[in-house]
């Protein structure tokens, strides 16, 4: 499917690291790993506010036998050295520790979150507001602060992130009244419970949230059941957007009918629609070290959102090489898209998303390619 607008509005090279929070902390020559996975909002202003997720990696991760992961403490950051013959550094974005009786990795990079104002078409850059970038300042964000995702609820913005840490892989809750200067609330939901995404309007007297909890064991379907065991899109509600109880009812739940479900996790801010809640996920189908990743959409019913009203098993967005042919030269993925913001534009939906794990791709989606059949 083609589009009116399809662009990479925000990439490495549009980051000034001199301005970085990590700028005069690590005496080691950095580098903009991926600027991607953009939260998405409309400004006061008109204007769109991106909130850019800055992967800052060193320039040199292995040196004397031992790869180097940057960490965050008590104001400080530090370099960690691992010897070489301990880890799994397969893929690019972390490594892997051998041995012990679970999964235990570090980050190439530290990730920041970086407001970069877009104008109200998400055509051009406005301003970068580097004076209002998130960095880690909690213990449980030793590893940094990644893939924002914010809605506007009574007319305050709440924003959520994953903080990293040795402690947790928590999900974070930020506030604001005017999406400018924002205020850490502190952790929401716990221990790798990744892309919450809070709906834009109360159902009921309640906020309301999709949810992903990770694990390591799934129980099987029936042979015959519609559904396919692995991670799915569960939902939670809250009194106050602080305290969460998850939903007795399922969410959105990967599909036999397709491989490219098989992993699968939230993407944009459900937003109201006239027919029902739009959200928009990603799914991914093995391949590779990372899967392809691929956007696609669900209409949840008003009243009760865990009742899907339509949805489609063919991709609203796939990956574009086209659009990251520039920036070959710093390519480390492929077959990556992950939808991470919507606002509502008139006659078209305005999709941010990270293209590659690498930049930030905005595209206008005409509402006819989204309807209820």
């Not at 090279?13 to 991926?34: C, K």
């Not at 051009?124 to 880690?136: F, G």
């Not at 992993?263 to 990603?282: C, E, F, K, S």
């Amino acid at each position: 499917m083609t589009f009116p607008l399809d662009h990479l509005v925000f990439t490495p090279h549009d980051v000034d690291l001199s301005r970085s929070p990590l700028a005069g902390h690590i005496d080691e020559e950095t580098y903009v790993l991926g600027a991607f996975n953009p939260g998405m909002t409309r400004l006061p202003n008109g204007n769109l506010l991106m909130m850019v997720r800055v992967a800052e990696a060193l320039r040199t991760p292995i040196r004397d036998g031992h790869v180097r992961a940057i960490r965050w403490d008590d104001g400080r950051y530090h370099l960690d050295n691992w010897p070489l013959q301990l880890v799994d550094t397969a893929d690019p974005r972390k490594f892997m520790m051998r041995g012990g009786g679970w999964k235990v990795m570090a980050l190439t990079s530290l990730s920041w979150l970086l407001p970069v104002e877009l104008d109200a078409a998400g055509r051009r850059v406005e301003a970068v507001h580097y004076d209002q970038a998130i960095a880690p300042r909690a213990s449980y964000q030793n590893y940094g602060v990644e893939d924002a995702r914010i809605s506007r609820v009574d007319g305050r913005y709440l924003m959520t992130t994953c903080s990293v840490s040795p402690e947790r892989h928590s999900t974070t809750l930020y506030t604001s009244d005017d999406a400018r200067h924002w205020q850490l609330e502190g952790i929401v939901l716990d221990h790798q419970n990744k892309d919450m995404l809070i709906f834009e309007g109360r159902i009921g007297d309640k906020f309301w949230a999709q949810t992903r909890p990770l694990g390591d064991l799934y129980f099987a379907y029936p042979p015959d059941s519609e559904w396919r065991a692995g991670p799915s899109i569960n939902l939670a509600s809250s009194p106050d957007a602080l305290h969460w109880k998850p939903s007795d009812h399922p969410g959105i739940r990967p599909h036999a009918a397709t491989v490219a479900t098989a992993r699968m996790g939230g993407g944009a801010q459900p937003v109201p629609t006239d027919d029902g809640w739009l959200t928009l996920w990603h799914g991914v189908e093995p391949s590779g070290v990372v899967g392809i990743y691929r956007t696609y959409w669900t209409l949840l019913d008003r009243d009760e959102p865990w009742r899907t009203i339509a949805t489609d098993h063919q991709p609203l967005l796939e990956p574009n090489p086209a659009l990251t042919e520039p920036l070959k030269d710093l390519m480390y993925l492929d077959d990556v898209v992950f939808t991470t913001g919507l606002v509502d534009a008139g006659d078209h939906w305005i999709v941010a998303s990270g293209e590659a794990d690498l930049a930030c791709r905005i595209t206008h989606v005409p509402k006819t390619a989204i309807a209820r059949s």
